[in-house]
């Protein structure tokens, strides 16, 4: 005879249906009203660091009454950029021309407001390998996802760490708790099918990040206000 318990059944879904499936089983039990936060942005946008830390500050004060699943899609500002990595600086300069010590100092303002020092030093260049790290993240949680994220942006944004250095992904992993991120990052091919699968379904028809999209219908671009969010929040509760 075989013998089949719950947990086994649950143990053969994959990783990102099993997550979506215990987030909506705690807002059931609880009675609060569960919303689905998806996330289109990329590791080297500033003003992405900006809307994650606006999104944390709403979230943290309705947390009484909703609970959250958030998800994180990968979206490419430079999607030729080197993997190697070119002096930031430099970069941006060819880039943005003489507006770029004008945008630094505005970031850097920003910045201060949200209690972090910005930095332009250090290198900038392809993103592909810290999209495949926050992929693998989620498969083990959306709060060890949202971790990865947020080590990750502190590190590029303030510490002048390289997005693509191998040794500080895999120390963003270890500050989040994420297992296993050496090894599934050794094979360029772990992830690759997945991150191109989220980039067509989350970002294909958005122009720029951060991108949200709340319960499947409301919508809110750029670095958005603690108060542009509570107000979709409200807006969910009252389709209850």
């Known amino acids: 005879m075989y013998a089949f318990s719950a947990s086994s059944v649950f143990n ?3 990783h990102h249906f099993r997550r979506r499936i215990m987030a909506q089983s705690a807002g059931n039990n609880n009675g609060k009203k569960l919303i689905k936060i998806d996330i289109s942005s990329d590791t080297v946008c500033p003003w992405c660091f ?3 830390k ?10 009484d009454q909703f609970d959250f699943e958030l998800s994180w899609h990968p979206f490419f500002l430079e999607p030729s950029a080197p993997k190697e990595g070119v002096n930031k600086k430099e970069f941006y300069f060819r880039k943005y021309g003489p507006r770029f010590e004008q945008m630094t100092a505005q970031m850097t303002e920003i910045y201060r407001g949200l209690g972090y020092d910005y930095t332009i030093s250090g290198l ?3 993103t592909f390998d810290s999209h ?3 992929y693998f993240a989620g498969t083990q949680g959306s709060e060890k996802q949202h971790a990865v994220v947020e080590e990750l942006n502190i590190g590029y944004f303030t510490q002048a760490k390289y997005i693509g250095d191998r040794e500080f992904l895999l120390e963003c992993a270890q500050k989040a708790g994420v297992e296993g991120a050496a090894e599934f990052l050794e094979n360029p091919e772990n992830g690759k099918k997945e991150v191109y699968d989220e980039l067509k379904q989350y970002s294909s028809n958005i122009s720029g990040v951060p991108h949200f999209v709340i319960n499947g219908k409301f919508q809110l ?3 958005q206000p603690p108060a542009s969010f509570l107000s979709v ?3 969910v509760a009252s389709q209850e």
């Open 12 to 14: 053969q879904i994959p």
């Open 50 to 52: 900006v809307g994650k």
């Open 54 to 63: 606006h999104l944390d500050k709403a979230i943290d004060s309705v947390k």
């Open 124 to 126: 900038t260049g392809n």
């Open 132 to 134: 495949r790290l926050i």
């Open 221 to 223: 671009s750029g670095a």
């Open 233 to 235: 929040f409200q807006k």
